[in-house]
């Protein structure tokens, strides 16, 4: 089967696609509120070990949500669905690892920025997987968005490239790809078990990781809390509805709806972490809104 034969299959008993993205507006909300959260409590336990929990809490939560659709569906169906997931997963936790560990040799704006650029990688590797050029509309949304992003992050951009900055960029590949297999395979399988299967093999990766770096956590509220937080809402709540709302949008426009993360991020340190606004930051925030409205609207197709 075709991915447009798909297409065609899912749209004709789909929810209206603004429901879609507005699911997907919110998980890039809640990411970025958990930012100051994550960074604030990564100081007290060690990356993977936190990595690993949240993980697994939240696999333990989405199992127990997904009970009775797993009953509904059966053994098989869940097993393509976990396969498929496990695949996303793999492309998950991949991008994590190098994202965190990238992080050790570049900046925090540099890290920032090039993860950012998995939004132009979607839909130049979807073109060249599924041989689908995007719309104009699509593409100057996209690079309005990376300008966007540009001058949200540009007061801590370095011109010298160094292992930091390379790896986030081998990061920012892998969130390419999560997103384009996790769009093929929710679109195929039950979204269901796909949610399911990618969190629980980043959950497995990152245990195995452990032997790596030796679990070290000082058990503060502040870790608990933060845990808590991003295990619950920001992992099993959030790529379930990732997941679901794949299944009636493209991979580029959802790519595209995570440009608002950033932007959340940049609010939340405004209001909790004491940051101070800039203009770049309001006019980059204001480029990212304007390249969604773009796809959105799409003004450029004819009637």
């Not at 936790?93 to 900046?107: P, V």
């Given at each position: 089967m075709s991915p447009a034969t798909v297409d065609i299959a899912v749209t004709a008993n789909a929810p209206p696609r603004w429901r879609a993205d507005l699911a997907l507006a919110f998980v890039a909300l809640v990411w970025g509120c958990t930012f100051v959260v994550v960074k604030s409590a990564l100081s007290e336990i060690s990356t993977v070990y936190f990595l690993a929990l949240r993980f697994a809490i939240a696999s333990f939560c989405m199992a127990a949500l997904f009970i009775p659709s797993f009953r509904r569906e059966g053994t098989r169906a869940v097993l393509r669905g976990?396969?498929?997931g496990a695949l996303a997963g793999i492309c998950l936790w991949s991008g994590y690892m190098l994202q965190t560990y990238g992080l050790k040799y570049t900046s925090a704006g540099k890290s920032g920025f090039i993860t950012g650029l998995y939004i132009v990688l979607v839909p130049i590797l979807g073109a060249m997987i599924y041989r689908r050029i995007p719309q104009l509309s699509e593409i100057i949304g996209i690079l309005a968005a990376t300008a966007g992003?540009?001058?949200?992050?540009?007061?801590?951009?370095?011109?010298?490239?160094?292992?930091?900055?390379?790896?986030?960029?081998?990061?920012?590949?892998?969130?390419?790809?999560?997103?384009?297999?996790?769009?093929?395979?929710?679109q195929r399988e039950q979204f269901e078990s796909v949610a399911l299967g990618q969190i629980l093999c980043a959950a497995i990766l990152s245990g195995l990781a452990l032997w790596g770096e030796p679990p070290r956590a000082v058990w503060s509220a502040n870790v608990i809390f933060a845990l808590v937080l991003t295990s619950v809402f920001?992992?099993?709540?959030?790529?379930?509805?990732?997941?679901?709302?794949?299944?009636?949008?493209?991979?580029?426009?959802?790519?595209?709806?995570?440009?608002?993360?950033?932007?959340?991020?940049?609010?939340?340190?405004?209001?909790?972490?004491?940051?101070?606004?800039?203009?770049?930051?309001?006019?980059?925030?204001?480029?990212?809104?304007?390249?969604?409205?773009?796809?959105?609207?799409?003004?450029?197709?004819?009637?």
């Amino acid at each position: 089967m075709s991915p447009a034969t798909v297409d065609i299959a899912v749209t004709a008993n789909a929810p209206p696609r603004w429901r879609a993205d507005l699911a997907l507006a919110f998980v890039a909300l809640v990411w970025g509120c958990t930012f100051v959260v994550v960074k604030s409590a990564l100081s007290e336990i060690s990356t993977v070990y936190f990595l690993a929990l949240r993980f697994a809490i939240a696999s333990f939560c989405m199992a127990a949500l997904f009970i009775p659709s797993f009953r509904r569906e059966g053994t098989r169906a869940v097993l393509r669905g976990l396969r498929g997931g496990a695949l996303a997963g793999i492309c998950l936790w991949s991008g994590y690892m190098l994202q965190t560990y990238g992080l050790k040799y570049t900046s925090a704006g540099k890290s920032g920025f090039i993860t950012g650029l998995y939004i132009v990688l979607v839909p130049i590797l979807g073109a060249m997987i599924y041989r689908r050029i995007p719309q104009l509309s699509e593409i100057i949304g996209i690079l309005a968005a990376t300008a966007g992003l540009v001058l949200l992050t540009i007061p801590n951009l370095e011109l010298r490239v160094n292992t930091g900055d390379l790896l986030t960029l081998a990061c920012a590949v892998a969130f390419a790809f999560h997103l384009l297999v996790l769009g093929y395979y929710s679109q195929r399988e039950q979204f269901e078990s796909v949610a399911l299967g990618q969190i629980l093999c980043a959950a497995i990766l990152s245990g195995l990781a452990l032997w790596g770096e030796p679990p070290r956590a000082v058990w503060s509220a502040n870790v608990i809390f933060a845990l808590v937080l991003t295990s619950v809402f920001a992992t099993a709540l959030a790529f379930a509805l990732q997941t679901w709302a794949q299944k009636y949008t493209s991979a580029t426009r959802t790519a595209l709806i995570f440009a608002l993360e950033p932007v959340f991020a940049l609010v939340t340190a405004i209001g909790v972490g004491g940051e101070s606004i800039t203009i770049p930051g309001l006019i980059g925030a204001a480029l990212i809104l304007g390249g969604i409205l773009l796809v959105e609207l799409k003004p450029f197709v004819r009637a």
